[in-house]
């Protein structure tokens, strides 16, 4: 198993930034898909961003693409989520999960096995 811990949430002003971190233990993060997950109050969990193991590969929402950037270090066993421009939809609760492997990046939640308890993040208007 992968255990997931993501920090660097908070409360922003719109049109500010905020980095996310997720890091890693358990298992080689290398041999990972990461992607972050939001969802905000009811809503459905959505797809925000995704890279796969090599840190080559990187897949957006067309909501954040343009704003937010995905990048990892597997000498660090992190992944980050830059966000920047925030807009007050940007509003929810964080994740990041992991998949095994090294082929097609999933980009449904539940193609994920592991999951990080979340980090709130809020934009103020």
């Known amino acids: 198993q992968v255990q997931l811990v993501e920090s660097g949430g908070g409360l922003v002003q719109a049109g500010g930034s905020l980095r996310l971190s997720c890091t890693a233990s358990g298992r080689t993060f290398g041999n990972y898909a990461m992607g972050w997950f939001r969802q905000a109050p009811g809503k459905e969990r959505e797809f925000v961003a995704a890279?796969?193991?090599?840190?080559?590969?990187?897949y957006y929402a067309d909501s954040v693409k343009g704003r937010f950037a995905i990048s990892r270090d597997n000498a660090k066993n992190t992944v980050w989520l830059q966000m920047n421009s925030l807009k007050p939809d940007d509003t929810a609760v964080y994740f990041c999960?992991?998949?095994?492997?090294?082929?097609?990046?999933?980009?449904?939640?539940?193609?994920?096995?592991?999951w990080g308890r979340g980090t709130q993040v809020t934009v103020s208007s």
């Open positions: 890279i796969n193991w090599s840190g080559a590969s990187t």
């Open positions: 999960a992991a998949d095994y492997g090294w082929g097609t990046v999933p980009l449904a939640h539940y193609e994920y096995n592991y």
